[in-house]
């Protein structure tokens, strides 16, 4: 089956400890997509591959780092300088003019 | 800067019709309607682009206003499977599809 597969679909860290979301897409697309999303605030995007090996920041990229060494994987971490991290992250793939998302991770700090 | 959308949230009967609002204080090359259902992730409903080109959904339409930086995505009809939260998302460039999303309209479908 093709898709985006994210995983986990729940994780739970300690405060001050980076975490790595891992993104995987089987649909030959090239552009890649992170987002957060938080209640009443739509969806943020942190940052996006249009290619392997570049990616460029989103509107909220602080705190967070991506890589694309691979077409089909875009992991971000969210790392120790984000300073309010719990959230659902939702990763996207695409070709022009359309996104597909996956069934998001959400992140809790406690 | 996240376009406006209006009504934050609405409620209808089966069969109702229903208009969401977008708008940016940005020229626009693009505007994409995306549906989320709960729990579930976004689905692509359709994108108008700058020029009058229209890609997606048959069973809802939508209007994008370039002048007024402006779209409207109607629902005719309202069926229960409506019922989910609509995010517009819009591009100022002809890229790659830098989408900024607004805040989303939740809407209701009873019977």
């Known amino acids: 089956d093709g898709g985006i597969t994210q995983s986990p679909k729940y994780l739970f860290r300690k405060e001050g400890q980076n975490v790595t979301l891992s993104c995987e897409q089987n649909l030959n697309h090239d552009a890649m997509y992170w987002y957060r999303q938080d209640p009443g605030q739509g969806l943020r995007l942190i940052y996006y591959?249009?290619?392997?090996?570049?990616?460029q920041k989103g509107d909220i990229a602080e705190g967070y780092s991506v890589s694309r060494e691979k077409k089909e994987s875009f992991p971000l971490t969210v790392t120790s300088a984000q300073k309010n991290p719990t959230a659902f992250y939702l990763c996207?793939?695409?070709?022009?003019?359309?996104?597909?998302f996956g069934p998001g991770t959400r992140l809790t700090v406690l | 800067q996240q376009p406006v959308q209006s009504p934050q949230a609405v409620i209808l009967r089966e069969g109702e019709d229903a208009v969401i609002n977008c708008s940016s204080s940005?020229?626009?090359?693009?505007v994409h309607w995306y549906r989320q259902k709960h729990g579930e992730a976004p689905v692509f409903l359709m994108i108008l682009l700058k020029g009058g080109e229209q890609k997606g959904h048959d069973k809802i339409s939508a209007s994008f206003n370039e002048k007024k930086q402006q779209s409207s995505l109607y629902l005719t009809a309202s069926q229960l499977s409506y019922s989910g939260t609509y995010f517009c998302g819009t591009e100022t460039t002809g890229g790659y599809q830098k989408v900024t999303f607004g805040t989303g309209t939740k809407l209701q479908v009873i019977p």
């Open positions: 591959s249009q290619i392997v090996n570049d990616f």
């Open positions: 996207a793939s695409g070709p022009k003019y359309e996104q597909f």
């Open positions: 940005k020229a626009l090359y693009s």
